[in-house]
């Protein structure tokens, strides 16, 4: 089981990217799938997460900013990021499979992905 997060990048401020994360392995059409990330000297945070049924959760951050979907014909989730700032900068990992109810939680997760860098300049 593999997951693939790329889309990463160094943009300014006010710009956007789109972060895909591709699964193979498995199909995760049925499990609830998340982004966190991770900036330098700081835990990993939880920032989005979307359930089997589509239902969506978003940090208090990056709500009204960042859009997270799936598409299960490609075993493919996004996370469209918009109004970029420079406290967005992280490394950030797709995850999936978490325990039951606990999707906020990194630790909860079984599967992750290698992270991707986004770097937001001022």
């Known amino acids: 089981v593999q997951l693939q997060a790329s889309g990463g990048g160094l943009v300014q401020a006010g710009d956007f990217l789109r972060l895909s994360c591709a699964a193979s392995?498995?199909?995760?059409?049925?499990?609830?799938m998340g982004w966190f990330r991770q900036a330098p000297g700081k835990e990993r945070e939880f920032v989005a997460a979307i359930m089997s049924g589509g239902s969506t959760y978003y940090s208090n951050s990056v709500k009204g900013r960042f859009t997270i979907s799936r598409d299960n014909t490609k075993n493919t989730v996004y996370l469209q990021m918009n109004s970029l700032k420079p406290e967005d900068t992280a490394v950030y990992y797709c995850a999936a499979d978490p325990s039951v109810g606990k999707w906020l939680h990194p630790t909860s997760y079984h599967y992750w992905g290698q992270g991707t860098l986004v770097t937001v300049s001022s």
């Open positions: 392995g498995r199909t995760f059409s049925s499990v609830t």
